[in-house]
């Protein structure tokens, strides 16, 4: 089993930045590929972005349109999507999940896995 805590979520203005936290435990988190995805309101949950357990990344460039990072640290079992330039419509719950990475596997394949979630992290973006 992997537990996921999200952290960082809150209220900001448009334009702000924030950096969600989403902190592992209970496996060994370096074996896993990581990903961030977000519900809002009334709409069905979108990926964000992921990352491998290489640090390869993979954005859904529609959503983040280059201002999104995501980022990991094997040390501190974490992994980070820092949110730059944020708008209204980026207003969701995000939440964290993890898939076991292994050797070979496609984006597909570790999107698809991903089977342990947080309980998700509220970001509200006002106008």
């Known amino acids: 089993q992997v537990q996921l805590v999200e952290s960082g979520g809150g209220l900001v203005q448009a334009g702000g930045s924030l950096r969600l936290s989403c902190a592992a435990s209970?496996?060994?988190?370096?074996?896993?590929?990581m990903g961030w995805f977000r519900q809002a309101p009334g709409k069905q949950r979108e990926l964000v972005a992921a990352?491998?357990?290489?640090?390869?990344?993979?954005y859904a460039h529609s959503v983040v349109k280059g201002r999104f990072t995501i980022s990991r640290d094997n040390a501190e079992n974490t992994v980070y999507l820092q949110m730059n330039s944020l708008k209204p419509d980026d207003t969701a719950v995000y939440s964290c999940?993890?898939?076991?990475?292994?050797?070979?596997?496609?984006?597909?394949?570790?999107?698809?896995?991903?089977?342990?979630w947080g309980k998700g992290t509220l970001v509200t973006v006002s106008s």
């Open positions: 999940a993890a898939a076991e990475d292994v050797r070979g596997s496609t984006w597909r394949q570790l999107l698809d896995g991903m089977n342990y």
């Open positions: 209970g496996r060994t988190f370096s074996n896993y590929a």
């Open positions: 990352i491998s357990r290489s640090s390869t990344t993979y």
